[in-house]
């Protein structure tokens, strides 16, 4: 899909350029140097843009800090203020970063009120060149919007759009749109309402996309894969960031990988595709277990998510610390066709978890409860469990989740049942003991 080109710094977004991978830092913005150390060692893993997190105006100056350290390094990676809730925030940002990243279900309510904020963004935007990103999120739809047309990737459609029109009406076109959801479903069919409306308006923003709270490990990459490829494969989408609950630098492989498949730089290592009515016979010949695992969440994702396939067996090889493994038949095959089949939502067959990859908000060791609350509650196969950083925006971003985790600082946890908080103030150590009780009690 041809969009407008966008600018941020020296990188561009949209037009004709390749596909540009971003990633989230996921120190202490207040930390400048774990977050300078940090950003260092996901440019040379191959980031193009980075993000880091400004909760409040403190952030805005160790941010300029982080960027003159970073351009004295010689390194003009793009740099993206992510703000919530506050649009003094965001303008005190746009002046400092090449972009700002803003959350519209996080503007003043009253509409009007909102589109004042927005038009002084913009001014500072336009006068100092800064982007924007749009980004919204399922899980922070705002109840007038969910009045209207549900919790629905139209809503999020409909919302978005009003955001852009007021971009239009304020004649400023530097602008990124992400749409993204924790539920592949939700948010491939969201970017494809938005890509199709842009394109009747004549108006095409560039796209970013990703898959929320995907989590870690092999479902994780598996997730992002689905969500980001079905779209790429169609031609939308500009820019990736693929999330995982773990270290950043993880991230940008596959987002690389992504990027380089659709801008056709590289091939599935599929080697034969057998149909049998909606059925689909796979083998591959793989170099490694994550290129398989990443290739046929591409070559399958689209097409189960569509309903096109109900089933795909996986055969051939791959090849693991320099042995060639066989897949036909294997616990590997299935697990992997277990994982592509939850991820396309087609088939659940473990619980669906829900994990934000943790930024500069987040209040404990995500990564590590995280594993531990997969470990504990492997059982409770189709429910779901979110594990989120921050009682800011956590609760807000669980979308759909049956019950939730979320740190509070200071060695506390908050258990959610939906969106409601079930028990507050645990402490760290029995957080997760008092949710599987909760969780048994209430079955
Ligand atoms: S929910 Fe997670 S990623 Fe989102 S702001 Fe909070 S800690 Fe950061």
């Given at each position: 899909m041809k969009t407008n080109m966008v600018h941020a710094g020296s990188m561009t977004i949209g037009g004709d350029s390749p596909i540009v991978v971003q990633t989230m830092c996921n120190t202490h913005t207040?930390?400048?140097?774990?977050?300078?150390?940090?950003?260092?060692?996901?440019?040379?893993?191959?980031?193009?843009?980075?993000?880091?997190?400004?909760?409040?105006?403190?952030?805005?100056?160790?941010?300029?800090?982080?960027?003159?350290?970073?351009?004295?390094?010689?390194?003009?990676?793009?740099?993206?203020?992510?703000?919530?809730?506050?649009?003094?925030?965001a303008i005190a940002a746009a002046e400092v970063v090449e972009k700002v990243r803003i959350n519209p279900g996080n503007f003043h309510k009253d509409h009007d009120k909102a589109r004042e904020q927005f038009a002084k963004l913009v001014e500072v935007c336009k006068a100092n060149g800064t982007a924007i990103r749009i980004g919204l999120n399922h899980g922070s739809l705002g109840e007038r919007i969910t009045n209207l047309y549900g919790n629905t990737?139209?809503?999020?459609?409909?919302?978005?759009?009003?955001?852009?029109?007021?971009?239009?009406?304020?004649?400023?076109?530097?602008?990124?749109v992400s749409l993204k959801a924790s539920n592949t479903y939700v948010m491939v069919e969201a970017y494809r309402l938005l890509a199709k409306e842009m394109q009747e308006t004549g108006v095409v923003?560039?796209?970013?996309?990703?898959?929320?709270?995907?989590?870690?490990?092999?479902?994780?990459?598996?997730?992002?894969?689905?969500?980001?490829?079905?779209?790429l494969s169609e031609g939308i989408g500009n820019t990736i960031r693929v999330s995982l609950t773990e270290d950043p630098e993880n991230e940008i492989p596959v987002a690389q990988y992504l990027a380089d498949r659709y801008d056709?730089?590289?091939?599935?290592?599929?080697?034969?595709?057998?149909?049998?009515?909606?059925?689909?016979?796979?083998?591959?010949?793989?170099p490694s277990r994550e290129r398989l695992l990443l290739d046929f969440a591409c070559d399958f994702g689209k097409r189960l998510l569509d309903k096109e396939l109900d089933e795909v067996v996986l055969c051939g090889t791959y090849i693991d610390e320099g042995k060639e493994i066989v897949l036909d038949g294997s616990d590997y095959a299935e697990?992997?066709?277990?994982?592509?089949?939850?991820?396309?939502?087609?088939?659940?067959?473990?619980?669906e978890y829900i994990a934000c990859p943790g930024c500069g908000?987040?209040?404990?060791?995500?990564?590590?409860t995280f594993n531990e609350v997969k470990l504990r509650t492997s059982h409770l196969k189709g429910m779901v469990i979110a594990v989120m950083g921050c009682i800011v925006n956590g609760p807000g971003e669980?979308?759909?989740?049956?019950?939730?985790?979320?740190?509070?600082?200071?060695?506390k946890v908050s258990i959610y049942k939906g969106k409601t908080p079930v028990l507050r103030h645990v402490p760290e150590e029995e957080a997760i003991d008092r949710l599987l009780e909760l969780i048994e009690n209430d079955r």
């Open positions: 207040s930390d400048v140097d774990a977050s300078v150390a940090q950003c260092v060692r996901l440019y040379e893993a191959g980031a193009q843009i980075i993000r880091l997190t400004v909760p409040s105006p403190a952030q805005v100056e160790s941010l300029r800090e982080i960027k003159a350290r970073l351009r004295s390094k010689g390194i003009d990676t793009p740099l993206v203020a992510d703000v919530h809730f506050s649009s003094e925030i990737p139209l809503a999020m459609k409909e919302a978005v759009m009003e955001w852009l029109r007021m971009c239009v009406e304020n004649d400023f076109y530097n602008v990124v923003f560039p796209l970013h996309l990703g898959v929320t709270e995907a989590g870690n490990g092999d479902g994780g990459r598996i997730k992002s894969a689905v969500g980001i490829s079905a779209l056709r730089k590289l091939n599935s290592t599929m080697v034969s595709l057998v149909l049998e009515g909606k059925k689909a016979v796979a083998t591959y010949a793989a697990y992997l066709t277990d994982e592509l089949m939850q991820a396309a939502r087609r088939r659940f067959y473990r619980p908000r987040t209040m404990y060791n995500l990564e590590s669980m979308a759909d989740a049956d019950w939730g985790y979320v740190g509070e600082g200071n060695r």
